[in-house]
C-alpha cells in the first residue's frame, strides 16, 4: 500500500495529544450495512446501485444514481466521513487503511465527525473505489470473498495485492479490468 508521511511536529502542538480513536460502525448499522448490500447483490444490482448503497445510500444522495454524472456532482460536493466508514466496513478494513488509500493523514481524518464533508479529490477517489468494491462484489457476490481476493497477491496485477493498487486512479482502472475479465469468465 502508498504509504503517507508522518506529519511533522510543530513546536505549538501539545506535547500529551492522544492519537485519535479509531473509528468503527456500531455494531448494529453494520449488520445493516452488510445485510442491505447482500439483499441488492442477490437482486443482481447494478455497480451504480450497490456502490450508493455502501457509500450511505439516501444518507449519500437523496436519489438512486442515474448515471456516473450523479456521483460527479457528489464528489464536487463531497461525501461525508460516514460514508467512508461504510466503504471501510464492506472492505473490512479499518479507518486508518482507508486514509493510506486516500492519502490522507489519519489523525486528521480521525478528527472529523461523521458528518463532515471531504474534499472533492478524496471524495472522488473514494466513490472510484466503492464503485470498484460494487464491481468486486457483483462478480464474486460475497464480501468475504471479494476481500481475501483484494487482499492476495495477483499474477495479472505483476504480484501486487489489487487493495494495494487502490490508492491511484489508474490503479483503480487496473484491477477494474481484472474484474471484468473475471466477470467475463477469462482467467487472470
Not at 444518507?59 to 456516473?68: D, R
Not at 464491481?135 to 476481500?147: R, Y
Not at 505483476?158 to 494495494?164: F, L, S, V
Given at each position: 500500500m502508498a504509504k503517507t508521511q508522518a506529519p511533522s511536529k510543530s513546536s505549538t502542538a501539545p506535547k500529551s495529544a492522544a492519537a485519535p480513536k479509531a473509528t468503527t460502525v456500531p455494531a448494529r448499522e453494520s449488520e445493516d450495512?452488510?445485510?442491505?448490500?447482500?439483499?441488492?447483490?442477490?437482486?443482481?444490482?447494478?455497480a451504480n446501485l450497490l456502490t450508493w448503497v455502501i457509500l450511505g445510500g439516501k444518507?449519500?444522495?437523496?436519489?438512486?444514481?442515474?448515471?456516473?454524472f450523479d456521483f460527479l456532482t457528489a464528489s464536487d460536493k463531497g461525501i461525508t466521513k460516514q460514508s467512508l466508514i461504510n466503504l471501510a466496513d464492506i472492505m473490512d478494513i479499518p479507518m486508518k487503511d482507508i486514509a493510506i488509500l486516500l492519502n490522507v493523514s489519519?489523525?486528521?481524518?480521525?478528527?472529523?465527525?461523521?458528518?463532515?464533508?471531504?474534499?472533492?479529490?478524496?471524495?472522488?477517489?473514494?466513490?472510484?473505489?466503492?464503485?470498484?468494491?460494487?464491481?468486486?462484489?457483483?462478480?464474486?457476490?460475497?464480501?468475504?470473498?471479494?476481500?481475501?481476493?483484494?487482499?492476495?497477491?495477483n499474477r495479472a496485477l505483476?504480484?501486487?495485492?489489487?487493495?494495494?493498487l487502490l490508492s491511484t486512479p489508474t490503479g483503480i482502472k487496473m484491477v477494474n479490468h481484472v474484474l471484468s475479465r473475471m466477470e467475463e469468465g477469462i482467467y487472470t
Open positions: 450495512l452488510s445485510a442491505l448490500v447482500k439483499k441488492h447483490i442477490k437482486k443482481g444490482a447494478s444518507n449519500f444522495m437523496a436519489k438512486e444514481p442515474v448515471s456516473g489519519y489523525k486528521t481524518l480521525g478528527r472529523k465527525q461523521s458528518t463532515d464533508i471531504l474534499d472533492s479529490l478524496v471524495s472522488s477517489l473514494s466513490i472510484e473505489i466503492a464503485n470498484t468494491i460494487a464491481n468486486g462484489l457483483s462478480v464474486f457476490e460475497d464480501a468475504d470473498k471479494l476481500n481475501r481476493w483484494l487482499q492476495k497477491e505483476n504480484g501486487k495485492k489489487p487493495i494495494e
